[in-house]
Nanobody, 115 residues
Framework: QVQLVQSGGGLVQAGGSLRLSCAASGNIFNSRTMNWYRQAPGKQREFIAT???????DYANSVKGRFTISRDNAKNTLYLQMNSLSPEDTAVYYC?????????WGQGTQVTVSS
């Protein structure tokens, strides 16, 4: 059973920072591309960042330069460092990967940015 368990998030003032974590169970993490998505109220879930098994990264334009995706393969953990947060970043954040042809999602973590 593959599971992604998220931690971090919470309430922060505009301009602040938060770090999200996503711990993967099972011996799948090191070989997988890992992703972060988010879903704001009333909006569709959107891609925000990806990191390959080799450490190559890419970001949505909305977060580029402010968010950093990283991974620690020794700890089977994915991270999302979020800086210069704004109220528009308020959303539920999800980590995600694919396994055996199907998507696996974390449970979601609420991030709320106050103005």
């Amino acid at each position: 059973q593959v599971q992604l368990v998220q931690s971090g998030g919470g309430l922060v003032q505009a301009g602040g920072s938060l770090r999200l974590s996503c711990a993967a169970s099972g011996n799948i993490f090191n070989s997988r591309t890992m992703n972060w998505y988010r879903q704001a109220p009333g909006k569709q879930r959107e891609f925000i960042a990806t990191i390959t098994s080799g450490g190559n990264t890419d970001y949505a334009n909305s977060v580029k330069g402010r968010f950093t995706i990283s991974r620690d393969n020794a700890k089977n953990t994915l991270y999302l460092q979020m800086n210069s947060l704004s109220p528009e970043d308020t959303a539920v954040y999800y980590c995600q990967t694919n396994f055996n042809g199907r998507p696996i999602w974390g449970q979601g973590t609420q991030v709320t940015v106050s103005s």
